[in-house]
């Protein structure tokens, strides 16, 4: 697979690298798990939230719309923050746009 | 010290097998009256390391017996690897070809093999470890080296090996390079029926294996690593008595907190026994098969007391009544407990500061 992402925008279709764990630790954090090179990332409850919405065929505009009935007073802020996440998670090489090579 | 339980263990210990080529005369794995010692068959091992990749474990620690004596060992580690886990491996050496070592390499999800070497000389070496047993060891470190597998070293701290330390330590951390070796002292666990007394350091050789082992640390900061024994004993009870000139209690110590694995580690037999650790074969909490590793890790009542022994107080002991050093002891190893009291809820004798000093006076020594 080969992660072609360049520039996280709304109507992205991101997916999760299917070669890391999530390990749901408890109700307010899991850990993500990269057995190839054995690092580990912490993810509070809302990136989990987002990374289980990240299924390659759910835009980032539909995953910050299921976000926003989910959590009360989620505003432009808060749109921006996920963002952030989405964009420091692809960084990570974690969440892109997955291609079969 | 507050724990957390994880949901699912973080590492699991699996003892792939019984068998082993040596017989180390200290073992703590070998002749065990709680223990049976059957193999499983492949296919029971495969079912087992498919649930573990399902319950998100991150790693698996592969020891035995000799891990790699098992025909099968690379389908083993073929699936841990397609489960989405890592490994460690314990081994004597002796497996260890270059071709092995190249296999550890190619599976990419090797963490550390991890060699046991008692001394820098056959003659020390083999004290304990058995004739022939020197050789195979270091040409397993050197191979797994050229492969560029992390490779790191066990030595097992005893009377006929304290005044090699310095050797040993020459060979691994200068000539061989090594980042980094382990220590740990000859400990009775598992079952202390089968230990004779001269088989563990008197409290003189004791505070010998100490000194020369913390002079050792000095030397080659952070690059002797110990959790057990006479150099992790060095550091502790130093800080406990630290602790007790200033007045001031460790935080989280004073109650039996010296076990934290149950909290996020699980071991299973070579037998497909379930048991908390691998100091504690025998406290069976279900078997693979019978019951899911998940299961285990969520019900099981012994578990469960082990996790809840971190709430006793030390305080509550006839044996530490009195004791300066109360409120920064930790109570040390259940299986140390278990093994030497058939008391897992108790502070563990080998490893009590206010005991070592009684001893030493009556030697008429005291730690420095
Ligand atoms: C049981 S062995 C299994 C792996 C492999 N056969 C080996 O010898 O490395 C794991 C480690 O436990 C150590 N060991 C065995 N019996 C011990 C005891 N009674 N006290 C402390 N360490 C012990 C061995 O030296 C070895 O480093
Ligand atoms: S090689 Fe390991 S398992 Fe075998 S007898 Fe020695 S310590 Fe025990
Ligand atoms: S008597 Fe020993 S085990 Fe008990 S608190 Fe003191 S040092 Fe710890």
């Not at chain 1, 989620?74 to 291609?99: C, H, I, K, P, Y």
């Not at chain 2, 699912?8 to 792939?16: G, I, K, Y």
């Not at chain 2, 220590?183 to 505070?207: C, H, V, W």
């Amino acid at each position: 697979m080969h992660n072609n992402l360049l520039k996280i925008d709304l109507d992205m279709r991101l997916a999760v690298n299917p070669n890391l764990v999530l390990r749901i630790e408890d109700d307010d954090c899991a850990l993500l798990f990269d057995p190839d090179n054995g690092r580990v990332e912490i993810l509070n409850c809302t990136a989990v939230e987002i990374w289980q919405q990240l299924d390659g065929k759910r835009s980032l505009h539909e995953v910050i719309g299921r976000l926003e009935e989910i959590y009360d007073g989620f505003d432009e802020d808060a749109t921006r923050q996920v963002l952030a996440l989405v964009n420091s998670l692809a960084g990570l090489g974690a969440v892109g746009v997955w291609e079969q090579t | 010290m507050s724990h957390k339980v994880m949901r699912t263990p973080r590492m699991v210990d699996l003892e792939l097998t019984s068998r082993c080529n040596l017989s180390c005369r200290y073992c703590y794995y070998l002749d065990h009256q709680g223990v049976s010692y059957q193999d499983l068959p492949t296919e029971r091992w495969l079912a087992l390391i498919r649930e573990l990749g399902e319950s998100k474990v991150m790693s698996v620690c592969l020891s035995g017996g000799e891990a790699l004596l098992r025909e099968d060992i690379f389908t083993l580690i073929d699936a841990i690897v397609t489960s989405q886990m890592r490994f460690d491996l314990l081994s004597n050496g002796s497996p260890v070809t270059a071709e092995v070592a190249q296999r550890l390499k190619l599976t990419g999800r090797c963490n550390c093999v991890q060699i046991s070497l008692d001394g820098s000389r056959a003659e020390v070496h083999e004290v304990m470890r058995g004739e022939g047993s020197f050789a195979p060891a270091l040409a397993a470190i050197r191979h797994l080296q050229a492969a560029e597998v992390p490779v790191t070293v066990r030595v097992t701290v005893h009377a006929g090996n304290i005044d090699d330390l310095p050797a040993t330590t020459r060979l691994l951390l200068e000539e061989l390079n090594l980042p980094s070796f382990s220590t740990n002292s000859i400990s009775s666990l598992g079952s202390s029926a089968k230990y004779d007394d001269e088989l563990f350091l008197s409290p003189e050789q004791r505070l010998r294996a100490m000194q020369v082992l913390s002079g050792l640390d000095a030397r080659y900061p952070g690059r002797i690593e110990a959790s057990a024994g006479p150099l992790a004993e060095w550091q502790m009870f130093h800080e406990m008595r630290r602790a007790h000139q200033n007045g001031q209690p460790i935080p989280g110590h004073g109650h039996l907190v010296g076990c934290g694995c149950v909290f996020d580690r699980l071991a299973v037999r070579a037998d497909g026994a379930y048991i908390p650790c691998v100091m504690l074969p025998q406290m069976v909490l279900g078997m693979i098969g019978e019951s899911r590793l998940i299961d285990v890790w969520r019900d099981a009542k012994v578990l469960d007391d082990l996790r809840e022994r971190t709430k006793i107080s030390l305080g509550s002991f006839e044996e530490c009544r009195g004791c300066d050093y109360q409120l920064s002891c930790t109570g040390n190893c259940a299986g140390g407990a278990l093994s030497l009291l058939g008391d897992a809820n108790r502070p563990s004798p080998d490893a009590c500061l206010r005991s070592f000093e009684r001893d030493l006076a009556k030697a008429g020594l005291s730690l420095p």
